[in-house]
Nanobody, 123 residues
Framework: QVQLVESGGGLVQTGGSLRLSCVAS????????MSWFRQAPGKEREFVAA????????VYADPVKGRFTISRNNAKNTIYLQMNSLKPEDTAVYYC????????????????WGQGTQVTVSS
């Protein structure tokens, strides 16, 4: 069993930055691929970024490439999402997820989800 807790969301102006964190409880954190997804009001949850078990491979959705950076610290059981050059369309609840399968964009493969953290970007 793994519990995930996100933090770091908030209100920021267009062009600003935020760093999200997701702390995992439980053992064997380093066997899970970890990802960030987001869900805007009235829309389906969508993939944002993923990092593989050892941190050697990362994947990003096209809308965030070059602006967001995902990373992980297995010693701290934590992943991060550094978000720069934020846009109003980035406004959403951001969720982290853990998966034993490396199919990063497929939300159905994720075993555990956090409760989400709200990111609001004002124009």
């Amino acid at each position: 069993q793994v519990q995930l807790v996100e933090s770091g969301g908030g209100l920021v102006q267009t062009g600003g930055s935020l760093r999200l964190s997701c702390v995992a409880s439980g053992r064997a954190f380093n066997i899970y691929a970890m990802s960030w997804f987001r869900q805007a009001p009235g829309k389906e949850r969508e993939f944002v970024a993923a990092v593989r078990w050892s941190g050697d491979i990362t994947v990003y959705a096209d809308p965030v490439k070059g602006r967001f950076t995902i990373s992980r610290n297995n010693a701290k059981n934590t992943i991060y999402l550094q978000m720069n050059s934020l846009k109003p369309e980035d406004t959403a609840v951001y969720y982290c997820g853990a998966s034993r399968i490396w199919r990063p964009t497929d939300g159905t493969t994720y075993l555990y989800w956090g409760q989400g953290t709200q990111v609001t970007v004002s124009s």
